[in-house]
């Protein structure tokens, strides 16, 4: 799927275990972010950081996590996204992505016309162009990563979970630029 946003942005997807580890060793200066997309539809993190907007706590499979409510960056820095999806359910059931959309993008509207994108990853294709960076669909036990700059606008970036039902049940949250 091509989802790309503005000029600054850069995209690796797919990588996996020790490419992973390698990547964190040669890439200091990138920040990652390990977010966690659950049944209870929400995005969560296994530990409190600086930078992390975090709420309540929710108990998966007797771990304690905190429920991501937003994430603060600085203009043009490196972030890594890496998604997890811990699910009882298979992926056609329970799948979650990671979708940061343009500055001022209508994130209620854009999930409305995504819900019927199946074939693309839930993803509507005539609003690709309001989508900065995005995973994919992630299923049970799976892992993407994602590497990107910050916008360099300052500002709030919503990003979203576009399978059904998610984004609704609060599958969300704000990127902020400073």
């Known amino acids: 799927m091509g989802c790309s946003g503005g000029d600054s942005e850069t995209q690796s997807q797919d990588q996996t275990g020790e490419q992973e580890t390698a990547a964190q060793s040669t890439n200091d200066n990138v920040r990652t972010i390990d977010i966690i997309g659950i049944d209870k539809l929400k995005f969560v993190v296994a530990e409190q950081q600086e930078g ?4 309540e706590e929710v108990s998966v499979n007797g771990t ?5 409510q937003g994430i603060n960056a600085e203009a043009g820095e490196e972030l ?19 979708l940061m959309l343009k500055l001022n993008a209508d994130a209620k509207a854009f999930n409305s016309a995504s ?11 005539e609003m690709e162009d309001q989508v900065i960076i995005d995973t994919g669909l992630v299923g ?3 892992t993407k990563s994602i590497t990107f700059n910050a916008p360099e606008q300052t500002g709030e970036y919503d990003y ?18 400073e």
């Not at 890594?80 to 990671?98: E, F, V």
């Open 52 to 55: 992390l907007q975090t709420g």
């Open 64 to 68: 304690t996590y905190y429920v991501l």
């Open 80 to 98: 890594t996204i890496r998604l997890k999806t811990i699910s009882n359910l298979p992926p056609q059931a329970m799948s979650h992505n990671w």
């Open 115 to 125: 819900i019927q994108a199946k074939d693309n990853d839930y993803v509507a294709p």
């Open 140 to 142: 049970n036990e799976e």
């Open 160 to 177: 979203i979970c576009t399978f059904p039902g998610h984004f609704t049940a609060g599958m969300k949250g704000v990127l902020t630029v």
